[in-house]
C-alpha cells in the first residue's frame, strides 16, 4: 500500500487520506489522480486468491 501511494504521488496524484490500519485488520489509503478520481489501495490480510 505504501509503496502504491508513493507511486501515484509520484505521477501527480494528491494523497486524500494516507495509508493507515483499518478496524478489519487491514490496511489502507486514499489518493485523488490529476484528474480528479478518487482511489483506494488496500492490502487484506484474509485475502486468500483462487487458483
Known amino acids: ?3 502504491a501511494m508513493a507511486e501515484a504521488v ?3 496524484a ?4 494516507p495509508a ?3 478496524f478489519w485488520g487491514g ?3 486514499y489518493f485523488q489522480d ?3 478520481h478518487l482511489w483506494e ?3 487484506n490480510p ?3 486468491p483462487k487458483d
Not at 494528491?14 to 487520506?17: A, I, L, Q, T
Open 41 to 43: 489501495v488496500v492490502y
Open 1 to 3: 500500500v505504501d509503496a
Open 27 to 29: 490496511y489502507a489509503g
Open 46 to 48: 484474509a485475502f486468500i
Open 10 to 12: 509520484r505521477a501527480g
Open 20 to 22: 493507515q490500519k483499518t
Open 14 to 17: 494528491r494523497v486524500v487520506k
Open 34 to 36: 490529476p484528474d480528479d
